[in-house]
């Protein structure tokens, strides 16, 4: 089932977004934030992912550069209100696939994830068996990702390890 990571500021725009295109047979995930986003894409690898331009702290194409840096193989769609060629030519230029106009036209975002998907086929070949071989075990997988939500919790509470400690529910010593 091809995976769709789908990135949006505002909830409601993620929720119908994620509704949508889980009804035509992807699996979905919401991010509200570009932290966050990076969070669930290094818990969970996603075959498209789709992000709204306009999001603070973190825009679009500063995730969308971010994401690349974590896999370059990653295929990308950036949406946008405030489309213009410079913004188009940056978001390309930065290795994003397509960007996208809002308001978003329902035929169009589908086509535009179809699109998407079939490059990721294409990009991202099938492991070969020594490459699953080698493979973390499900113990070093939920090593590694509970690494990073204890990074992003720190990053999250600007390095206050008692804040962080009372999140986490640890001892800060």
Known sequence: MPSLLIVDDLPAIHEMLTGLMGATGYLCAGA???????MRYRQSRFDV????????????????????????SVIIILMSGFSSEELSSAAIA???????????QVDSLMVAVERAYEESKVRRPQLCESEIESLPTLAEHLQLAEENYVGFVMDVCDGDKAKASAILGIDPS
């Open 32 to 38: 509200s934030s570009g932290e966050e986003a990076l």
């Open 94 to 104: 930065a290795g994003v696939f397509l960007v996208i106009e809002k308001p978003i």
């Open 49 to 72: 992912v789709l992000i709204d331009y306009a999001m603070e702290p973190m825009d679009g194409l500063e995730l969308a550069r971010r994401l690349l840096e974590t896999d370059p």
